[in-house]
């Protein structure tokens, strides 16, 4: 039994948080926000320079070939910093996809170096989602029709944009015509990799919805130890301490349910679907209350434009409810927990 | 990272379990908090002890086997699952064992432990007293020197186990007008001594689950003391970091209250569905014992390679706690008008199967009060874990 990280993946973390620090400052989000794509080629580059788009491809592509628990520790981190891209469809679940596709080497060949390299954006539309992510800069999105795998581009379809109250989330309503040419696996085929995907796709939100709940956290922390009133910093009050206690005790019961969820994905388990919806219920919830509390603490500042927080509680509201809103998974942890002859209780943690 | 058991402790947790299989009394013994009960619960201790299994993280000088913290949990996990009886000897096993191992001598390790093992000494714990609660440092009861004795007065309050226990281990003021956590030693005493006077507290249930203790020139020697003299406070806290945070409420409890609070919720569909806040109480009950599981397993691991635990520790006493409530409030909603009746009662027939929601119920009333209220374990991960200025 082996519940911690190994060192590689520890020291992998805390680079690309130094980086983070210095390349996603709340200033720089706020930037991307003000422009039409929302999206910076200059941050991608970066990104693409610490290795962050190589991780999944394998190394035949040109890519780092890891995991799934090499990623979780770095999605926590890219929800932190809130990063305005879409790296983790394109680098996390569009890379997994297309070299899980059956053999069509040329399509392989094709995507997965310039995943690696950096100069793809792949968009990948699951029908758990209302609309498709970053569909419009996408070279290549890769949608679902009846389980089937499409691979189309932004010119073969119809997008129009929707607003997000994330300014940094680009969401696009698809319209578009399957077709022998556009498909790149039949459903038999692809049922199963678009479970993995749904899987993989809430895996990497609940990791960024915990990142998200710690920033909030830090934030209203801050902010409470600053601000003075009756004399003394708000954060001396118990009514503010214990508002921010609570989201702690929240993120610290989180972090295994993730970790545990993000092994069972990497080791493909039989439970890896409900650990993954507990995980994202886990983290949702951390994060919700981190948004309530930290404005709280911040008072009326937290209502403002101003106060850097908006940029967290807003991406945390709408990663909320995205690849699987809590009905959806709720009903996948209730298909579990309560079906006939299902193994709880004590012992039945680690099968 | 690698989650799975090493062969040996499977064969560890098959072995566990034929034997508490084999040996776990088929009816359910009367509380501990009343005479009889308390002498079953002592009866089961010495039963566990035969088979090593009453503390099998000890060394096996002392009774134990020696065992890592993945067994333990091993071990925790098969014993809630079989239904054994409570451990009448916690405060002892749990609380003042780990103490002993790092600040006893050998000839104090020597004098107890077996005998804590064998539950042929069963421990209170005296820290509260009327003024001190919360706030512990403001304890007053006072440990005078007298040569090679301690001369002790005042009184203790909310102890548990105090009313049939031996042995009491606890706080007390040993320099005069010394103020907070300075001057205080750390004692260990038998309740039968001269001078003292147990008053037993009835609890919610009726039952005396603790007492008030009422000391009167009581003589201690003074190698029943804890470590230095004065150094009492330190003690008191090395421990209750995460050593104790940890054992104090094993994870196999809250999974097992789970499993049986799914098989009642699944027995009641048509009453509890009614409210449609049930099923997902019951999921989120299920899930929050899954989570302190897994924080517990990743806590040993994270032990085991060397790691240090700090104020992230205080979080778990609030989430155990708030999940006991959780599991207890959802079972008495499923229960609905049956849940107000007692055990004894010849109506219904066992709705619990084998568990009384009820007495689970009026406990969990306790969890967030007993070992550190919410409230001040709030103010340590707000204060020490998130770094908010203190009042």
Redesign the interface.
Known sequence: ??????EQQIAFRDAVRKFLIIEAAPEMLREIWETKSGRSRELRCKLADQGLTAISVPETYGGIGLGD?DWILLQVELGYYAIPDSLSDTAYLASWLLEHLPADLALKREWLPRIAAGTARIAVGHPVNLLVADAELADLILLWHDDEIHGVTASDVKLTPQVSIDASRRLYAIEWSPSARTRLCSAKQGAGLWQQVLNRGALALAAQLLGLAQRM?DLG?DY??QRKQFG??V????A???Q???V??KI??????L??AA?AVDRDLDDAAIQVS?AK??AGDAARLAARNALQAHGAMGYTWEADLQMFMKRAWALDAAWGDRGFH?QR??DA??ADG?E???????N | MRLEYTGPQKRFRLEVREWLAAHVPKATLPSFDTEVGFAEHRAWEASLAQGRFSAVTWPEAFGGRGCGLIEWLIFEEEYWRSSAPLRVNQNGIFLLAPTLMEFGTEAQKQRFLPKMATGEEIWAQGWSEPGAGSDMAAIRCTAQRDGDHYVINGQKTWSTRAVWADWLFGLFRSEPGSQRHHGLTFVLLPLKLPGITIRPIKQLNGLAGFAEIFFDNVRVPVENRLGDEGAGWNIAMATAGFERGLMLRSPGRFQQTAKLLVKLYQQNRERADADPAIRDAVMRSWMGAEAYTLATYRTACRLNKGAKIGAEASTNKIFWSELDLLMHETAMQILGPQGELMARSPEPADPGNGYSWLDGFLFSQAGPIYAGTNEIQRNIIAERMLGLPRA
């Open positions: 039994m082996d519940f911690t990280f190994a628990l956290v922390v409470a130890a003394k910093p954060g001396a009050f118990q503010v301490k214990h921010l206690a609570d702690a005790v610290e019961f989180t972090k295994p349910v970790f545990r092994y507990h219920l886990a709720k942890v209730a927990i309560f299902a709880l209780g004590p012992g039945s943690t680690f």
